[in-house]
């Protein structure tokens, strides 16, 4: 199975407040897990990204906590801001047999002002 | 910050007409790919391409589809007879590999292809 299923499909949250997305996989061979932050009419770019062997990666307001076990991984956007309202996509990669990445459906992040 | 540049911005075709979609990656960067997103809805895999060669296709990418790097520089994708259903956005991509192929993508800003 090589889908990344992606939760919520849209988020609201007030300014200041903490952001969470949900990840989940089933293809253990998965060696890297990005998000990609896409404003409209951009392509995506990546935000933050974290290897299987570490539980956590913290960069500035925005954090990935990784469960192995349970396959799967979250981003956290601390302090929300307006300017942070965009798509965010996780995605799942894979170095053996080809190289390609897999992204979820995406997450609909309104910040309020 | 370098940049993966794409043209056209948008391109609008007839059905059964071929398009070439063009791209010029990261000068240093070693794997390419294009992905696609069709309006609203996930960014979904198409090829890689490394060592002049490609190295995974997805089942969208069937005969239909072509890529090449022609010159060094630039990075095509060619798709031969449009249909309707291949409206959509097209991404490149480019990584440097130094981590690992796919750690790490820049994505261009895309071809958003309309098909008529």
């Known amino acids: 199975q090589q889908q990344v299923k992606q939760s919520p499909q849209s988020l609201i949250v007030q300014k200041g407040g903490i952001s969470i997305i949900n990840c989940a996989y089933e293809n253990t061979a998965f060696d890297y897990f990005p998000w990609y932050q896409q404003f409209p009419g951009k392509g995506p770019a990546l935000l933050i990204a974290?290897?299987?062997?570490?539980s956590e990666k913290k960069e500035g307001r925005f954090t990935i906590s990784f469960n192995k076990s349970a396959k799967q991984f979250s981003l956290h956007i601390m302090d929300s801001q307006p300017g942070d309202s965009a798509t965010y996509f996780c995605?799942?990669?894979?170095?053996?047999?080809?190289?390609?990445?897999?992204f979820g459906a995406g997450t609909r992040l309104f910040v309020k002002a | 910050e370098p940049e993966v540049t794409q043209t056209p911005s948008h391109q609008v075709t007839q059905m059964g007409q071929e398009v070439i979609l063009r791209c010029v990656p990261i000068s240093n960067h070693l794997y390419f790919y294009w992905y696609r997103q069709i309006l609203g809805q996930k960014v979904e895999f198409l090829v890689s391409f490394y060592n002049n060669e490609i190295s995974e296709k997805s089942e969208i990418f069937d005969d239909q589809f072509s890529v090449e790097r022609p010159d060094g520089s630039n990075f095509t994708l060619k798709i031969r007879s449009t249909k309707l259903e291949d409206s959509a956005m097209y991404f490149c991509?480019?990584?440097?590999?130094?981590?690992?192929?796919?750690?790490?993508?820049?994505f261009g800003s895309g071809t958003r292809l309309t098909v008529v």
């Open positions: 991509a480019s990584s440097d590999g130094s981590q690992g192929a796919n750690y790490g993508y820049t």
């Open positions: 974290i290897r299987p062997d570490v």
């Open positions: 995605a799942a990669s894979l170095n053996t047999g080809g190289f390609k990445t897999i």
